[in-house]
T-cell receptor
Framework: RKEVEQDPGPFNVPEGATVAFNCTYS??????FFWYRQDCRKEPKLLMSVYSSGNEDGRFTAQLNRASQYISLLIRDSKLSDSATYLC?????????FGKGTRLHILP | DGGITQSPKYLFRKEGQNVTLSCEQNLNHDAMYWYRQDPGQGLRLIYY???????QKGDIAEGYSVSREKKESFPLTVTSAQKNPTAFYLC???????????FGQGTRLTVV
């Protein structure tokens, strides 16, 4: 089983729609969790950290379920500028493991 | 400004030559990382370092070497033993234990 697994997509979603991504991780000792965004041919940038209580940043909501080893990201009212690859990231001690990413295309 | 700097942005080398990629950070982070990304693929961990003079192999360390002589610097050498060195190389650093990683802008290495 891969350490961090994501559906690669692509997700083709009309502008204004809500889209959800999921991610599972294999190591129950994982300590912290993040979603990153990567634009084509650029470095990944932090979108948000993920907490067990769930957290929201504007149109973005992230959720962690430690029992199921599952992380989610919800994007509401999607914009054309949300088109990117979304990377699920898990940190354990100082090792940081990235999922392969989910590609999102927002359609006008 | 605090940040992480990789140089050069683009690098071309002939097959069989070793090449060293630079990564410098002024964020006072203890941990530093090297990842490789191939087109349409995710990031794969090459090496990481938690403290000066210590580093660990990641998932694809074969054909690569690193050093960590200073906290600020974590250069990566792509050796001639690396069979498919052409890729996008990303360096990152991270501070306290549960905090996120920050990335440099990456180096695109092309070996011809």
């Amino acid at each position: 089983r891969k350490e961090v697994e994501q559906d690669p997509g692509p997700f083709n979603v009309p502008e204004g729609a809500t889209v959800a991504f999921n991610c599972t991780y294999s190591n129950s000792a994982s300590q912290s969790f993040f979603w990153y965004r990567q634009d084509c041919r650029k470095e990944p940038k932090l979108l948000m950290s993920v907490y067990s209580s769930g957290n929201e940043d504007g149109r973005f909501t992230a959720q962690l379920n430690r029992a199921s080893q599952y992380i989610s990201l919800l994007i509401r009212d999607s914009k054309l500028s949300d088109s990117a690859t979304y990377l699920c990231v898990v940190k354990m001690d100082d090792k940081i493991i990235f999922g392969k990413g989910t590609r999102l295309h927002i359609l006008p | 400004d605090g940040g992480i700097t990789q140089s050069p942005k683009y690098l071309f080398r002939k097959e069989g030559q070793n090449v060293t990629l630079s990564c410098e950070q002024n964020l006072n982070h203890d941990a530093m990382y090297w990842y490789r990304q191939d087109p349409g693929q995710g990031l794969r961990l090459i090496y990481y370092s938690q403290i000066v003079n210590d580093f660990q192999k990641g998932d694809i360390a074969e054909g690569y070497s690193v050093s960590r002589e200073k906290k600020e610097s974590f250069p990566l050498t792509v050796t001639s033993a690396q069979k498919n060195p052409t890729a996008f190389y990303l360096c990152a650093s991270s501070g306290a234990r549960y905090t996120e990683a920050f990335f440099g802008q990456g180096t695109r290495l092309t070996v011809v």
